[in-house]
């Protein structure tokens, strides 16, 4: 978890994918289902992140990242960022960068290529 002043940024908590769900549906065009999110933070949970405002617990963005599904044979130990969104209200507020970072840093430190 890593402090970011007004919000946070964990893992993913499974409790927490219908809010996510909620962020995709009204945030991107083509959202995923809540069982395809659900299913993708299990399977990925340590390239998975959420950011949680502080005051209010409520989750504000997200980022799930994804590695060796399709490309395998050309990429293997490849990760890249699969869904990636931000509340509409609490957008240019360092949220979606914070989460950007986040999931960086942890791809640097534990030596996975993206």
């Known amino acids: 978890m890593r402090d970011f002043g007004w919000f946070l940024v964990e893992n993913v908590k499974l409790q927490d994918i219908p809010e996510i769900y909620k962020i995709d549906s009204e945030s991107l065009v083509s959202h995923m289902s809540e069982d395809s999110l659900l299913e993708r933070a299990v399977y990925y949970s340590d390239i998975?992140?959420?950011?949680?405002?502080?005051?209010?617990g409520d989750v504000i963005g997200y980022i799930l990242c994804s590695s060796d599904i399709h490309y395998t044979r050309s990429f293997p130990g490849f990760s890249y960022l699969s869904r990636f969104a931000v509340k509409h209200n609490y957008?240019?507020?360092?949220?979606?960068t914070a989460l950007l970072i986040t999931?960086?840093?942890?791809?640097?430190l534990s030596g996975k290529s993206f």
Not at 48 to 56: L, N, R, W
Not at 91 to 96: A, F, I, N, S
Request: contains cysteine; positive net charge.
């Open 91 to 96: 957008r240019r507020r360092g949220v979606g």
């Open 103 to 108: 999931l960086e840093n942890y791809l640097l």
């Open 48 to 56: 998975c992140f959420q950011a949680v405002e502080k005051a209010t």
